[in-house]
């Protein structure tokens, strides 16, 4: 793999979209280009940094779970999303493609500029997180250790589960995040191969979905956790199926509010908040894949109209981070 072609390590990044502060309340994907500004010599006006959106990135519609929760938890935020749909799934992806998927998304957030990204997204998280920190300027946060945190606060009898993507659980980040709380955590894991590809196509209730469900958890419940963490962002949308199949006394733990308060806190830390008060944050969505797709099956995930998504090619990111 060639060097990454980012603002931030000295190289050059091509020109491409920077969030405009919008005047309407909303979808604000209209906004004008311009020039980007390079985040090598960032604004010492703390002002200017706090009015860039958050970057956010997964592999489809997944981490539309996690905006919702930043969208609640801090109103007054804008947002930048892309979802890489023209290479969904992740889960089944090597270690080397989801560190290059990672990197060339972090790259283009670079460049819309952001104040901080969130990698929405288990498999790229587990794969490449310390690699995105170690290589860009932009603040960057993973959704492994906030659910890590939340089920060993939460776990009584310290016995955890993991239901999560092949990649998630190949990788192993789980069992680590949680052995650094708790070193005499039970942690058991279960890959779920497939089970996202249903939740993408809008299937959350279908018998196929619910015989797919009931396969991965039985193995799971027999090691009687007493909380399971969706160690993906698409399983929320099934937390209820989830929930019959473990069974009452099993307590579910969704990552995405727990990341959202780990961004909120990130950004009062360093001065970069926005204020709430009467400005309702707006929010943007980059797709690599069919925008029609994304705008439709996005609405459902995030439960709100997705009026203009933009096209991303996977040109401009391998122009940004060649393979």
Known sequence: MSGVACAGNGAGAPGGPVWTVPRAVG???????????TMTSPSTDDRDLAALPIGMFDSGMGGLTVLHECLVTLPGENFAYVGDTARFPYGEKSREALELFAQQLTAFLETVPVKLIVVACYSATAAALPLLQERFSTPIVGVVMPGARAAVQTSRYRRIGVLATEATVASGAYPRAIHS???GAEVHQQ???????????????????????RGFT?????????????????????????????????????????????????????????????????YRFYATGDVDAFRAVGARFLQMPLTRVRKLSLDTLDALVAP
Do not use: W
């Open 191 to 213: 890959a779920c191969p497939g089970l996202v590809s249903f939740i993408e196509a809008g299937d959350v209730a279908s018998q196929a979905l619910a015989d797919a469900v």
């Open 181 to 183: 709380l708790d070193e």
């Open 218 to 282: 039985a193995p799971l419940k027999e090691k009687r956790p007493d909380v399971v963490i969706m160690g993906c962002t698409h399983y929320p949308l099934i937390a209820p199926m989830l929930q019959r199949f473990l069974g009452r006394d099993v307590t579910l733990v969704n990552p995405a509010a727990e990341i959202a308060l780990e961004v909120e806190g990130i950004l009062r830390r360093q001065g970069l908040a926005r204020p709430a008060d009467d400005h309702v944050g707006s």
């Open 27 to 37: 979808d604000t994907t209209g906004a004008p280009y311009r020039r980007p500004a």
